[in-house]
């Protein structure tokens, strides 16, 4: 097949969950179908990771956004009455550059990212799958929730309907969808949202493995982009509220913050027993210097990358119920839950004074990930995906 591949980023740096997604997922494709690149970027990428994707893709084109343009719109389409998401990833440039690449292309089908890309492809009269990745509108919505701010609840109140509505219409624009997990695809705000399909995350496990050799320097690590605000929440939520309690038993305990472009919120955690990385070149290292994995998310939604690649580099791993519903795992048996600062502490100070528990929770917690993540396994799925739907409109 001819797959047209269309993302709202450029898939690398691996540092954020829909770059990682895509990265893989076309690599997997790229084995046994001929893989185009179209996507836009709010950054200029790199000529040597342009020369990367290369490798396995045979066409790569990348429309540059600015942030100001961006934001006028995302006005313009507040405006329409319209998300706000859809306005900042896309442009009338846009649109220009992506219809002359679909049409030097002529693809066999089209493989479009979340729902930013929809008015790039939309109007397409190519066969055209859609990769919700997460349900924005869940994600939307917690964040509106957990918000204290009047007016920045009444916003994300009104992005979290414009994007309800963008998911509802994609069923009519789209002749298949793909999402991260069920838990994301049930939150979809539409009758036939059973007919999504599943297409988990994987974790590259040659990549991904135990690094005996790093010396561990941390009780408790948490690794993610610490620009995203699921992100930020959990990094304050354990420096300022699981940690306190952590250290009245434990004095000593050390917490590392690690991921890339932390804010002015998540820098200021820094202290004598928290240290927050910023950018780092290998997280990998990050990951091994832990002797605990703590991630007790309160909002976001999706598959949580962080946990499978703990888990896979055998790390204890605490987590929170909102995270586990998608990962699917066993508690007390594959990792621990903590939905509340002192059950979380609690779990952290247990796994410090009782190390034989984490050695059997990683055990079990690295044979689940190994079952049941495979980036090659569904790889294989979605070209079955993609198959089919270029199919379903042949036979139209």
């Not at 219809?99 to 002529?106: G, V, Y």
């Not at 990212?113 to 509108?137: E, N």
């Not at 599943?198 to 690794?223: A, R, S």
């Amino acid at each position: 097949m001819k797959i047209l591949a269309v993302l709202p980023r450029f898939p690398y740096p691996l540092e954020k969950g829909d770059k990682l997604r895509a990265y893989h997922q076309l690599r997997c494709l790229a084995a046994n179908n001929e893989v185009y690149l179209f996507c836009l970027s709010h950054k200029d990428v790199l000529p040597e990771h342009i020369d990367l994707l290369k490798a396995f893709c045979r066409e790569v084109e990348v429309v540059r956004l600015h942030h100001f343009p961006s934001c006028l719109s995302a006005l313009w389409n507040m405006l329409r009455v319209r998300s706000l998401q859809t306005g900042y990833w896309t442009s009338a440039r846009s649109r220009r550059r992506y219809k002359a690449f679909e049409q030097k292309i002529k693809p066999d089908v089209i493989y479009s990212q979340m729902v930013r890309t929809m008015p790039l492809v939309a109007r397409s009269t190519y066969p055209k799958v859609m990769d919700y990745q997460d349900a924005l509108s869940l994600n939307m919505q917690r964040r509106m929730e957990h918000s204290h701010s009047p007016l920045r609840r009444r916003a994300f109140h009104y992005e979290f309907q414009m994007l309800r509505s963008a998911e509802y219409d994609a069923f009519d624009i789209f002749d298949d969808l793909t999402i991260i997990s069920e838990p994301d695809s049930m939150a979809i705000p539409h009758r036939m949202n059973h007919t999504i399909h599943l297409v988990p995350n994987g974790v590259d496990f040659d990549f991904f493995h135990p690094m005996p050799e790093v010396e561990k320097q941390y009780d408790v690590v948490f690794c993610g982009n610490m620009q995203y605000s699921p992100n930020v929440d959990t990094s304050v939520f354990l420096a300022t509220e699981v940690m306190p309690l952590v250290w009245k038993d434990c004095p000593q305990a050390r917490l590392l913050l690690a991921g890339a472009t932390p804010t002015a919120a998540v820098r200021k955690l820094a202290n004598d027993r928290v240290t927050v990385s910023g950018t780092v070149d290998d997280i990998r290292r990050c990951y091994a210097a832990g002797r605990i994995f703590a991630a007790p998310m309160r909002l976001g939604s999706g598959l949580q990358n962080k946990l499978l690649e703990a888990m896979a580099m055998q790390l204890p791993c605490i987590t929170s119920s909102l995270a586990n519903h998608a990962l699917g795992a066993t508690p007390d048996r594959h990792l621990l839950i903590g939905d509340d600062a002192q059950t979380t502490a609690n779990h952290i100070v247990h796994l410090i004074n009782n190390p034989r528990q984490g050695e059997q929770l990683v055990n079990e917690a690295s044979d689940f990930v190994h079952q049941h993540f495979s980036w090659e396994a569904y790889g294989q799925q979605l070209e079955q995906i993609l198959l089919q739907a270029s199919k379903k409109r042949e036979n139209k």
